[in-house]
């Protein structure tokens, strides 16, 4: 059972347009949301996170929204960059787990091209 | 930020052969360290958590006796798939928990023949 889904497995944008990845989680009791970044041969990097109080959290380009309603977080970069081409997994936790441990998505492979 | 090793990088072995894959936080130390899964085009599955000087607390599915998990230290956390089998190919990544973060390794392929 997929706790945490990310539907599109790649997107592809244009250089200077906005990027949007979404991802939908079905666990009610997840508190606080992560997305990652992860480069061919490296381990995810963090990027942003959000906790449930909020429904929006923005540091630089990055901003991430969450509607706890629909159980649905989006991850916006703007402007792109080709140096954002990457896979980005969000992830989930929750207070009842210590906030350790983390669900993954299955990621979506972002592509920024010229 | 702190940082995360792994090692090897990549290792092939034989069916039946047991393999090791280290974990170092290199500039800090570590009470909690995470061993994560992932197999191609899916997400990574944490498979246990790591605590220095305990017993590893193995997620549903994930079968102990197989995959030995040791903190020996504060800095090193170790991963031994034993008797791998061809089906225990996958790319296996280790994090470490730094303050309220956890911060991934860059990973360890292992193919299994």
């Known amino acids: 059972d997929q706790q945490v889904k990310q539907n599109s497995p790649s997107l592809s944008v244009q250089e200077g347009r906005i990027s949007i990845l979404n991802c939908d989680y079905t666990n009610s009791m997840f508190d606080y949301f992560l997305w990652y970044k992860k480069y061919p041969a490296e381990g995810p990097t963090f990027l942003i996170s959000i906790s449930s109080i909020k429904d929006k959290n923005e540091d630089g380009r990055f901003t991430v929204f969450l509607n706890k309603s629909a159980k649905h977080l989006s991850l916006h970069i703007v402007p792109s960059q080709p140096g954002d081409s990457a896979v980005y997994f969000c992830?989930?936790?929750?207070?009842?787990?210590?906030?350790?441990?983390?669900?993954f998505g299955a990621g979506t492979r972002l592509a920024v091209h010229p | 930020g702190a940082v995360v090793s792994q090692h090897p990088s990549w290792v092939i072995c034989k069916s039946g052969t047991s393999v090791k894959i280290e974990c170092r936080s290199l500039?800090?130390?570590?009470?909690?360290m995470f061993w994560y899964r992932q197999f191609p085009k899916q997400s990574l599955m944490l498979m246990a958590t790591s605590n220095e000087g305990s017993k590893a607390t193995y997620e549903q599915g994930v079968e102990k006796d197989k995959f030995l998990i040791n903190h020996a230290s504060l800095t090193l956390s170790t991963l031994t798939v034993t008797s791998a089998h061809p089906e225990d190919s996958s790319f296996y990544i280790c994090s470490a928990r730094f303050v309220n973060e956890q911060f991934f390794g860059p990973g360890t392929r292992l193919t299994v023949l």
């Open positions: 992830a989930a936790s929750s207070f009842s787990g210590g906030y350790n441990k983390l669900i």
């Open positions: 500039d800090f130390q570590a009470t909690t």
